[in-house]
């Protein structure tokens, strides 16, 4: 006979009970369930924050496979350059040589003073080939992706560009002039995207076809091997080695360089996209870089945030002991076995632990506005699967640390000393307490100190 419905049993037993327990002491339920609730909000905020951090570009479906490339020239001691900007003819001239790289892209800024009617303003404009939009997963609202960059006379706006210039007004069709250095051009509103997400390492409001790159820059400088400007990306094939693709590469721009260029170690390298946002040991290009340590360091706080709700929390249960000392040892005369008890107050835990995850995700979601405010890098709790993740690491993680301890504690009373009301005494408990104090005090020190790390770095 299956043993299933009996632990089915057994478990619904074990909840009643810890719920009838809850909700017998409303008082200190309150307290227990507040201390930790606020620490689990605060928590889950730089949890967030630090998951946004660690998944930039990741939302392009094939972000794995997508490279920046970056240029490394050596001329010599003392002569040596570095860089994610590469040459304009990079792309076309060997990258479409290398078999295992399916596509490629050149993502190139310019400074432009744009005109339309009355209105003058100077813009940061990105020249970008005709296969942006499949190359990356930007969101179209209005137009059509694959004829959007097809013309040199084409830009493309993001919503808020869209608005900033046309107000609520239809842009399609509209036109813009632009002045890169040389003659203006005009350019016609040729499609519309969705404002990019905060945590893409390419941001842009206006793009225009790559097609108008000879009538900004002279030949020799879209022919040069030493002079660069666009970053170029590329889509390396599945299963294709970035390494081995960087040792084939070389030999092509070998190929290409006059014999007077051949004394130049010239390498060319692919970091991942994925990478970008948190690798300082990368030149800056386009992109914006941050220090890998503030992630890490917040990732820290938030656990010894949760560390120390869980010492109070520990603290508060096992400070009721004497309380429940008589329930503990008529069980256990009665029969009841340690195991038993061990279960039913870790059940009694975990569901203060569930109740206080479900108010400290309702309090992190009424300080959201107030979080992205100060930091300037927007999270949010959508349901997605890193965000379900996460609950249910921070439930485990408070089951384990704030419910396992008094649970071992209390189904450890010798059932005399219970029934007449004496709990654990002596030195060891007297340390052990001692030890719980001192490690919540000492946390509140380094979270005091934390807390003004935190502030500086979440606005950095």
């Not at 310019?110 to 005709?130: K, R």
């Not at 808020?160 to 509209?174: D, L, M, T, V």
């Not at 993680?397 to 004496?422: E, M, Q, T």
């Amino acid at each position: 006979m299956s043993s299933f419905p009996l632990e089915s049993t057994m478990i619904r037993h074990y909840l009643r009970t810890a719920a009838r327990t809850v909700t017998r002491h409303p008082g200190f339920s309150a307290i227990n369930i507040l201390g930790l609730s606020v620490g689990v909000a605060v928590a889950v905020l730089l949890f967030l924050f630090v998951h946004a951090e660690w998944t930039y570009d990741r939302f392009h479906d094939d972000s794995d496979r997508i490279y920046r490339t970056w240029l490394h020239e050596d001329w010599g001691p003392g002569q040596q350059f570095f860089n994610t900007v590469t040459p304009i003819r990079l792309g076309p001239s060997v990258l479409d040589e290398i078999p295992d790289i399916e596509d490629w892209v050149r993502y190139d800024r310019v400074t432009s003073t744009v005109t339309s009617g009355e209105t003058t303003l100077n813009e940061t404009v990105f020249m970008v080939d005709a296969n942006f939009l499949d190359f990356f997963d930007f969101q179209v609202a209005e137009g059509d992706a694959s004829t959007m960059l097809s013309g040199p006379g084409q830009i493309v706006l993001t919503e808020s560009a869209r608005e900033r210039w046309f107000g609520g007004n239809p842009a399609i069709g509209r036109t813009l002039t632009l002045d890169m250095g040389g003659d203006p051009m005009e350019f016609e509103v040729s499609g519309i995207l969705e404002d990019v997400p905060v945590r893409s390492s390419l941001q842009f409001e206006m793009l225009i076809s790559y097609d108008v790159a000879p009538m900004i820059y002279s030949e020799g400088q879209v022919s040069a091997w030493f002079m660069v400007s666009p970053e170029t990306y590329a889509r390396l094939q599945p299963g294709a080695d970035p390494l081995e693709v960087q040792r084939k590469v070389e030999p092509v721009v070998k190929s290409q360089m006059g014999e007077d260029q051949q004394q130049v170690d010239y390498t060319v390298g692919f970091q991942p996209i994925t990478s970008i946002h948190l690798d300082t040991e990368f030149p800056v290009g386009y992109a914006a870089v941050n220090n890998p340590v503030y992630a890490r360091v917040l990732f820290v706080i938030a656990w010894l945030i949760l560390g120390t709700a869980c010492i109070n929390f520990v603290t508060l249960s096992i400070s009721r002991s004497v309380e429940r000392s008589r329930e503990i040892g008529v069980r256990k005369a009665v029969g009841a076995s340690r195991g038993e008890l061990l279960r039913q107050y870790w059940g009694e835990s975990l569901l203060y632990s569930a109740i206080a995850l479900l108010v400290g995700v309702v309090g992190a979601e009424l300080l959201l506005p107030g979080f992205n405010a100060l930091t300037g890098q927007p999270v949010s709790l959508s349901p997605t699967p890193g965000v379900f993740a996460l609950f249910a690491g921070i439930l485990v993680a408070l089951g384990l640390l704030a419910g396992l301890y008094p649970a071992l504690v209390l189904s450890g009373f010798s059932p005399v000393d219970a029934i007449r009301g004496r709990s654990r005494t002596g030195r060891g408990a007297s340390l052990t307490r001692r030890a719980r104090v001192g490690a919540l005090f000492t946390l509140s020190i380094i979270l005091l100190a934390a807390t003004f790390v935190a502030t500086d770095l979440v606005r950095t």
